[in-house]
C-alpha cells in the first residue's frame, strides 16, 4: 500500500523468506560458512539452531539458490510432528522416489538405489530438514541410519538439520550419542546488533529502490531495536507497520515517537493471548483468544474472572478517536487513488476513441 507513496519497487519488510532480501550479517555469515563448510566435506551432519524468526529459514533457501543442480540434488524437508515411521517416507518424497505401499525394507532400498544411481552420475545428495526440533528421536535416529549408506568410502548422504534451540537440548539427550558423533560441525544463530538492525532495515528498503524517501532519525532506530531485541523477523514486522503508519499520516520521515506508539500498539495486540495462555484457570483451562470461536466460547471465557479482568484492561488502552482518525486518513487515501485511477481510464478510453475515429476518416 506505501510503496508507490514512497517511490519503492516492492514491499520491503514482507515476513515470507525471500533469498534476495538476504542480509549478511556476522551471524549470518558464520552459519551460511559453517553450511558451505559441511558441503565441501561431503559427509555427517550440519546442525544450524536459532530463535524463532532468526533468519534459518531465509538461510537455508538462500544457500539453495547457490547450489548447482548439475552438482548437487537437494531435498528439502519441513517436518511437523514427524516420528519414525513417516520420516522415510517424506525423505523419499522429497527427493521424488515412488513409495507408496512400499514396505520399510523396499523403501530403504528404494531410497538406497536412489542415492547409488545419484553418486553414479557424479552428483551429491543433500538432505535439509527445517524445523527439525519437531522431529522425534525415533525420527531422528532414522535419519542416522541412512547415513549409513556408502558407495566404497564414500557417503552417499548429507544432512543439515535446521531447528530451534530447543533442538539442541535434543542432541544432548543420551539417546542422541551416536548421532552427536557424526555432526561435523554446529552453530547457534543468535540475534542481531543495534548497528546490524539498523544496517538490516537500511539493505531491505535498498533492495526495493530506497533513496531516503523515508527518512529515519537515530533514535527511530534505536527504537526498532529496543522491540525487536534484533530478531528479523520481530523487525520486519515493527517496520512494515511503521512505514505504513508514516504513509497515513503522509509523513517523510520517521522518528523515535512513531515507533515507539507502533510498538506499543503491537504490545497491546499481544497482551491478551500471552495473558490468557501463560495463565490457564480452573473454570476454563485451555481459554485462549486463539481458541474461541463464537459467542458461546468468548460468554464460557469471560465466565473466568482472571480473563475477564485481562480484557477489559486491554480495552482501557484502545484509543478510538486516534482509530478513527487513521481510518478516515486511509478512506480519503484510497479515495484520492480511486479518483486519479478514473480519470486516467477515461483518458485512455477518450484517447482510443479519437484514434479510432481518426483512422475511420482515413
Not at 33 to 52: K, P, S
Amino acid at each position: 500500500m506505501y510503496e508507490a507513496y514512497f517511490g519503492l519497487r516492492g514491499k520491503p519488510f514482507q515476513l515470507n523468506p525471500d533469498p534476495s532480501f538476504f542480509y549478511g550479517s556476522r551471524g549470518h555469515r558464520r552459519a551460511m560458512a559453517y553450511l558451505e563448510y559441511g558441503l565441501h566435506q561431503n559427509e555427517g551432519f550440519i546442525v544450524i539452531t536459532g530463535e524463532v524468526g532468526a533468519g534459518k529459514t531465509l538461510l537455508v533457501r538462500s544457500l539453495l539458490e547457490k547450489l548447482d543442480p548439475a552438482k548437487i540434488v537437494a531435498a528439502n524437508l519441513v517436518s511437523t510432528q514427524i516420528d519414525a515411521d513417516d520420516i522415510l517416507r517424506l525423505v523419499a518424497a522429497s527427493f521424488g522416489i515412488p513409495s507408496k505401499n512400499l514396505s520399510k525394507s523396499d523403501l530403504l532400498l528404494a531410497i538406497e538405489a536412489f542415492l547409488v544411481s545419484t553418486t553414479a552420475a557424479g552428483k551429491r545428495a543433500l538432505l535439509i530438514v527445517d524445523e527439525a526440533q519437531n522431529l522425534t528421536q525415533r525420527a531422528v535416529e532414522e535419519l542416522r541410519m541412512l547415513s549409513n549408506f556408502q558407495l566404497e568410502d564414500h557417503a552417499l548422504l548429507q544432512s543439515f538439520l535446521v531447528g530451534q534451540p530447543e533442538f539442541r537440548s535434543i542432541m544432548q539427550s543420551p539417546e542422541m550419542v551416536q548421532l552427536r558423533q557424526r555432526v561435523i560441525a554446529s552453530y547457534h544463530l543468535g540475534p542481531l546488533d543495534a548497528a546490524e538492525t539498523q544496517a538490516y532495515i537500511e539493505h531491505r528498503l535498498t533492495c526495493v529502490g530506497w533513496k531516503g524517501n523515508p527518512a529515519f532519525d537515530p533514535e527511530s532506530m534505536k527504537g526498532m531495536f529496543t522491540f525487536s531485541q534484533g530478531i528479523p523477523r520481530r523487525i520486519n514486522a515493527l517496520a512494515d507497520r511503521v512505514m505504513l503508519a508514516a504513509f497515513l499520516g503522509e509523513n517523510r520521515r520517521v522518528t523515535a515517537d512513531m515507533v515507539d506508539q507502533i510498538a506499543a500498539e503491537m504490545r497491546e495486540e499481544h497482551v491478551v493471548p500471552e495473558s490468557v495462555m501463560s495463565r490457564p484457570s480452573p473454570a476454563f483451562p485451555s481459554a485462549s483468544l486463539g481458541a474461541v470461536a463464537g459467542v458461546a466460547d468468548l460468554q464460557r471465557l469471560l465466565a473466568d474472572p482472571d480473563a475477564a479482568k485481562t480484557l477489559a484492561a486491554a480495552g482501557q488502552g484502545f484509543d478510538a478517536v486516534r482509530f478513527e482518525e487513521r481510518l478516515a486518513l486511509l478512506e480519503r487515501t484510497l479515495s484520492t487513488t480511486l479518483n486519479a485511477i478514473s480519470q486516467l481510464i477515461g483518458a485512455a478510453q477518450q484517447q482510443a476513441a479519437g484514434s479510432e475515429s481518426g483512422a475511420s476518416t482515413k
